[in-house]
């Protein structure tokens, strides 16, 4: 018979062992104990009850788990056991009938008992002790910042860590092996917070920057966690560069080292202002070496001068730190002049321009190829500087003269010729004179030095000169016109003519006869330089000028360079005329590996010439070009350059912290005005962040963001902006968003919708709602006006409806009514008559109604009087009585009269002594006496009692008339007050 349950079905089984659970008795009394084990090892829970051998095909072993209905784990003689799905093939049973769990889980920490059913009359089960298991585990961190967080400079930074571990695991931060936050008498004890395991950096600056560490901890170990903060700013210069001195042909190298994130650091190199590459003397000897240094070969004398360094990372404004070089070289001069003029019969000048370094010591002249004596021509000196000073202008400084200056190291040669002519003309009449004029027209006449007898006229010219020059800079608006004055006068008078540097086949312009140039209306084609030039058959002078011309779109930049990376390029440039408008610069690249791509745009921040462009892929070739833009329109492009991006080296270790789900925000957000609408560009997050599932756009006018597009596709690049609202300015970010991941928002950018009528008037943005949306909300406000109008009235009527019935109500709860309007005298009979009308129904009310006391006294108060009263056990009211008055004071008549002998039922000896008392006219018109027929008949004794109590009253009264008027005491109406009761 026990072997064939085994064979009943299942749902019966489990009813057969739960009814035999319930209808067992315990017989044991379970003591609790606690098993404390660690995640993913094996506990042994004991079970303190007796399993005998021979019994096993009769018993049932359960273990049972607090919280669940069914055990967990069922063994019936030899047959398999039966175990909860969540323990399969964790449970056993171990020393007989104790159970082994193992691979625990969190889940499993509970409490557990075991339990013997006997399958045998009489039925009933033993219970064991109550043990509870307790399943630690170790920390581990379920929220932590990422390996690697960027903070821009001066931002705030916030650092989440979070951990879960049986026991609450401790979260601690440290940096550089100090704990966090700071002692509050250290210098950044303010600056870092920690709070629910979360670290916040108040100001980020270049110290915060390094690793900081997350542990948590509890008694079964501890984990940790390493973020390292980087702070995004400008550079910082290390090493600047220091005053140089070299000798004439060495080399010069100016050291310069900066240090910022991101590292894609560039170095730009001035030469007194003037970039080095944009210098026609220095651009083939100098070179700029990745570690920021300058190297400049084969120095010259011309190469002295102050020499900046300008480290950039396009972030903020770059440093600077500049340096002076010395070259340390011969004496030589410099630009000697073609042509000297000495006025006739003044004292000049004839000048030698010198370069020494070190200074210089004193300077040879020649003149005619002939050493110059000067202390052989009376009034001629050399000054401190080596000027010869000529007394007197007149023939004997007519020639060729030349200079050689010497100093310290020497000199580097003679000078170039000038030819020294007097400034006057005459005519000269002379026979039999032999001599040579010094003012021939070339230096080969002075090869002639054969002697000649002539008479011939010579006339003596004068090299041209300005009289007036032009302005270094004329600014003029398109379509204007323009008038440029350069006037000059010679002898012979020269010519004056104007061009304009580089080609410019569309320049239209005149030069009128006295040298002005006009020009009838400025077109963009004429901004540029300009050079004046003055023409004699003696020499050609020149005036230089720049025409700005203003209202135009930008011109196009010039000095385009890339500096290509493995994953991006540093692009850089000379910014060209803005045409009079701030101009927006925006580089434009394509990669040309396997076919042309389309042109992608990366916004340049405002106030920079250079970008790095990130995300590029490794040994790709790209296009590049950069373009110019303000409120007049778009420049020309920049030449377009082809740019091959570097090869990852084999040995490039991968980076040791990498973020794991890095999602970084879309760059380079740009907003263009078109005539459909304002239109949004981006470009994708660039590596090592993860592709997004799509874009949120978020918008802010003066409050807080709000969200005004999601779910836009991540393959999209652009949006034409929906629901803005005219004359609005608006700031716009976005968020890249995947499965379980969102960004921190991107740059903002803001955009203005001023003059745009594509977009309607109104003060809020994507209005107007739509009519079934009106439609609803409409229907919603009279719903809630309906419904609290109904709750006012239903209110108001349940209000009137207990009022109404709370003034019909019988005397029994309605304890608080209104005295009757009776005419009260002096009299026995009024004041009884008083006291059956009114304090009848409220002291009798509470006393003889209110539950009967066992033994002892009853006390009841008059609600007229405020007399206490005491009650014998003996005098109870009948509750008859009370009922009569009730009916009586809710149909009282005026006028009714009640019989004597109606009074019979209540006993003869009250009816006599109310007679003789003159009670009975009262009773009688107060319709009480017609009520007390129906109540039951009272002893003897208790009407005896009531006699003497009022007769006791009647002479308390003639005593009280005897004695004269008393104020009326609170005791006054004690005794009528019980014989009116009684």
Not at 505 to 525: H, M, N, P
Request: aromatic share 8%; net charge neutral.
């Amino acid at each position: 018979m026990l072997f064939s349950l085994l064979y009943l079905p299942l749902p019966a089984l489990w009813t057969l062992i739960v009814c035999l659970a319930v209808s067992g008795s315990s017989q044991h009394q379970p003591v609790a104990k606690t098993v404390r084990e660690r995640e993913g090892e094996s506990a042994f829970l004991s079970c303190d009850l007796t399993v005998k051998e021979e019994d096993r095909t009769t018993q049932v072993i359960e273990w049972l788990h607090e919280g669940l209905v069914l055990p967990i784990f069922i063994k019936f003689g030899f047959h398999p056991p039966r175990i909860d799905g969540a323990y399969l093939g964790r449970l056993s049973l171990s020393e007989g009938a104790s159970l082994r769990v193992n691979n625990l889980r969190v889940e499993d920490e509970g409490w557990y008992r075991c339990r013997i059913l006997f399958l045998i009359h009489p039925y009933h089960s033993l219970n064991g002790s109550w043990i509870y298991l307790s399943v630690t585990t170790p920390p581990s961190f379920q929220t932590t910042p990422p390996h690697l967080v960027e903070a821009m400079l001066g931002e705030p930074a916030h650092l989440r860590c979070e951990a879960s571990g049986r026991p609450e695991p401790l979260i601690r931060w440290t940096k550089d092996d100090r704990v966090l936050p700071m002692p509050a008498g250290h210098p950044d004890g303010q600056r870092y917070q920690v709070a629910n395991g979360s670290l916040r950096i108040e100001a980020v600056d270049r110290s915060s920057a390094g690793v900081y560490t997350c542990e948590a901890s509890n008694k079964e170990g501890s984990v940790t966690h390493n973020t390292s903060l980087l702070v995004r700013g400008p550079p910082i210069i290390m090493v600047p560069p220091s005053n140089l001195t070299v000798n004439y042909t060495q080399d010069a190298v100016f050291s310069c080292k900066a240090e910022a994130y991101p590292g894609n650091l560039t170095y730009s190199w001035f030469k007194d202002g003037v970039n080095v590459h944009r210098h026609s003397s220095l651009h083939q000897r100098v070179s700029i070496q990745t570690d920021g240094s300058l190297i400049l070969r084969d120095t010259v004398p011309g190469d002295t001068g102050i020499y900046t360094c300008v480290p950039s990372n396009g972030l903020a404004v770059s440093p600077e730190a500049s340096a002076y070089l010395r070259i340390l070289h011969p004496a030589y001069t410099q630009g000697m002049p073609r042509l000297t003029i000495l006025p006739v019969g003044m004292q000049g000048h004839i000048r030698c321009p010198s370069v020494a370094s070190p200074p210089l010591l004193y300077i040879n002249w020649t003149k005619n190829g002939l050493a110059l004596e000067l202390d052989k021509i009376p009034g001629w000196y050399q000054d401190s500087v080596g000027t010869i000073v000529v007394a007197m202008g007149n023939d004997d400084a007519l020639g060729e003269y030349t200079c050689t200056p010497y100093n310290s190291y020497g000199t580097m040669g003679e000078s170039g010729s000038t030819h020294v002519i007097l400034k006057v003309s005459l005519t000269l009449e002379q026979s039999a004179l032999h001599f040579t004029f010094a003012f021939s027209l070339s230096p080969a006449g002075l090869q002639d030095q054969h002697l000649h007898c002539y008479s011939r006229k010579f006339t003596l010219r004068d090299p041209p000169r300005f009289v007036q020059r032009p302005a270094e800079r004329y600014e003029k608006e398109v379509g204007l016109e323009l008038s440029i004055s350069c006037t000059a006068i010679g002898d012979p008078e020269p010519t004056i003519t104007w061009r304009k540097d580089g080609s410019c086949t569309q320049c239209q312009f005149q030069t009128l006869e006295d040298g002005t140039l006009y020009i009838r209306s400025v077109k963009k084609a004429h901004h540029g330089h300009w050079t004046c030039e003055a023409t004699n058959n003696l020499t050609q002078i020149s005036s230089h000028t720049t025409v700005l011309v203003l209202g135009t779109s930008p011109h196009a930049v010039s000095n385009v360079t890339v500096n290509p990376d493995v994953f991006g390029m540093d692009v850089s440039w000379e910014p060209g005329f803005n045409g009079g408008q701030p101009q927006q610069f925006t580089v434009w690249f394509r990669q040309m590996t396997n076919g042309p791509h389309d042109w992608i745009i990366r916004k340049v921040p405002a106030g920079n010439c250079s970008l790095w462009v990130g995300g590029l892929w490794p040994d790709t070739e790209y296009q590049v070009s950069v373009l110019a833009q303000s409120q007049r329109g778009s420049g020309p492009f920049s030449q377009i350059l082809n740019v091959q991006t570097l090869s990852v080296a084999m040995t490039t270790a991968a980076p040791a912290m990498m973020r794991p789900n890095l999602l970084l925000p879309p760059r380079d957000l740009t907003v263009n005005r078109t005539a459909r609408g304002i239109v949004l560009c981006w470009a994708p997050p660039p590596p090592p962040s993860h592709l997004p599932l799509g874009y949120l756009l978020e918008f802010r006018e003066a409050g807080g963001w709000a969200v005004l597009r999601s779910a836009i596709p991540a393959k999209q690049h652009q949006i034409l902006l929906q629901g803005l609202i005219k004359d609005v300015s608006y700031q716009l970010r976005m968020i890249s968003q995947s499965e379980n991941l969102a960004s921190e928002p991107s740059e903002i950018v803001n955009v203005s919708t001023a003059g745009m009528s594509i977009y309607p008037s109104g003060s809020r943005i994507l209005e107007p709602l739509s009519q079934s949306v009106r439609a609803g909300i409409i229907a919603g406000v009279c719903f809630l006006t309906s419904a609290l109008f109904i709750s006012i009235m239903a209110s108001y009527l349940m209000k009137r409806r207990r009022t109404r019935r709370m003034q019909n109500s019988p005397i029994f709860f309605s304890r608080y009514q209104k005295t009757p309007n009776l005419e009260c005298s002096d009299s026995p009979d009024s004041l009884l008559k008083l006291k059956l009308e009114t304090s009848l129904y409220e002291t009798f009310e509470r006393v003889a109604l209110s539950p009967r006391r066992s033994s002892g006294e009853k006390h009841a108060q008059d609600f007229l009087t405020g007399q206490k009263y005491e009650w014998g056990e003996g005098l109870a009211m009948s509750s008859e009585i009370l009922e009569a008055l009730r009916l009586h004071q809710r149909s009282r008549r005026p006028n009714s009269s009640i019989a004597l002998q109606d009074l019979t039922h209540t006993g003869s000896s009250v009816s006599s002594e109310l007679r003789r008392s003159g009670t009975v006219q009262s009773l009688e018109s107060t319709g009480v006496v017609r009520s007390l027929r129906h109540s039951r008949s009272s002893t003897d004794s208790r009407c005896a009692a009531l006699r003497e109590e009022f007769q006791e009253y009647r002479r308390r009264k003639e005593r009280e008339k005897l004695e004269g008027p008393r104020g009326k005491g609170p005791s006054s109406f004690g005794n009528l007050e019980q014989a009116t009761l009684l």
